[in-house]
């Protein structure tokens, strides 16, 4: 599981930062892509990364202002034209739906894949066997979620010495075993596989935010988790200019982490007025709150450990 950033910046493209686009990569996990917003030229920033369009599996829009939006049309166009035949499916909010129809329609675009258009509201938004994502309203000019990402628990690791000394030999009935399966041997011998298998691994918590005021939400979708990725448009001292544009500082950041007892904080959504070693203070600023801080650049990767047992 890694995080990797296609586009940091805010509002407008700039030489420096893309608009905002992150690339949650699931390949040992399930072989895919999860693509979480998606702005303008999002598509050419992937030709830098080892993401692969025709893995891209499902894709999470924050808000439909267009610095996370606007580069969807394409990247859904390139991706039937590139080869991609698996299922995607889009999320976001109401109005992503007529957003992508028309587009495509206007523009004669055929999707030679299956396209599902999903819109989203508060509370489960996906759960399968492995993951649960879940989203809350953030505070913005406009309707913004918030994403909370839960694997869910791994099975323990198979005690194979132990196997061994009872004479238990490698071959399918591990995987009965590892599964915690009541087997019974050659011998008529039956053993519950419960035994023989170490305790479960914790899944890891992750949650994506869009632009948005500092807000309970985001606390909530935090709770825990490994990793924040939280927007920090502008430094601590202009505060009263994220209130003004419903957006967050370095230290509003900071403090969701704080409360919500987050591992690790990036921050993300920079305004392109912070160049060089500007953006080194951004991260002294939120470390005054919250000490383990990073700050997003374009194509830059956070693989996320697995958890330990307990």
Not at 145 to 171: H, S
Request: charged share 25%.
């Amino acid at each position: 599981m890694e995080l990797l950033f296609l586009g940091t910046g805010s509002g407008v493209p700039s030489k420096g930062r893309n608009v905002s686009a992150v690339a949650l990569q699931l390949l040992e996990e399930r072989g895919t892509t999860w693509l979480f917003d998606c702005g303008e030229a999002t598509q050419h920033q992937i030709l830098h990364t080892p993401v692969r369009p025709g893995r891209i599996e499902k894709i999470f829009i924050t808000h439909l202002h267009g610095d996370h939006l606007f580069g969807l049309p394409g990247l859904l166009g390139s991706r039937s034209f590139q080869g991609g035949d698996t299922p995607l499916t889009v999320y976001g909010p109401a109005g992503i739906r007529s957003f992508v129809e028309t587009v495509l329609s206007v523009s004669g675009t055929r999707i030679k894949y299956g396209l599902d258009v999903v819109e989203i509201k508060e509370g489960l938004v996906f759960e399968d066997e492995q993951f649960v994502v879940t989203a809350k309203l953030l505070d913005h000019g406009m309707p913004s979620y918030g994403f909370r990402i839960v694997e869910k628990d791994l099975p323990g690791t198979l005690l194979v010495d132990k196997l061994r000394a009872l004479g238990i030999r490698p071959g399918p009935i591990y995987q009965q075993i590892k599964l915690g399966h009541t087997v019974m041997l050659d011998d008529g011998t039956v053993i519950d596989g419960r035994e023989f298998v170490g305790p479960p691994k914790k899944g890891r918590k992750l949650a994506i935010l869009g632009d948005t005021r500092y807000c309970d939400a985001s606390v909530e979708l935090a709770e825990e988790v490994d990793v924040l990725v939280h927007e920090a448009t502008f430094s601590a001292n202009e505060a009263h200019l994220a209130h003004d544009y419903y957006h967050s500082t370095t230290v509003q950041a900071a403090e969701v982490a704080k409360r919500a007892g987050a591992k690790q904080l990036i921050l993300t959504h920079i305004s392109s007025r912070y160049q060089g070693k500007m953006c080194d203070q951004l991260v002294e600023e939120a470390k005054t709150i919250f000490p383990n801080v990073a700050i997003a650049s374009d194509l830059a990767s956070f693989p996320i450990p697995k958890r330990s047992a307990e």
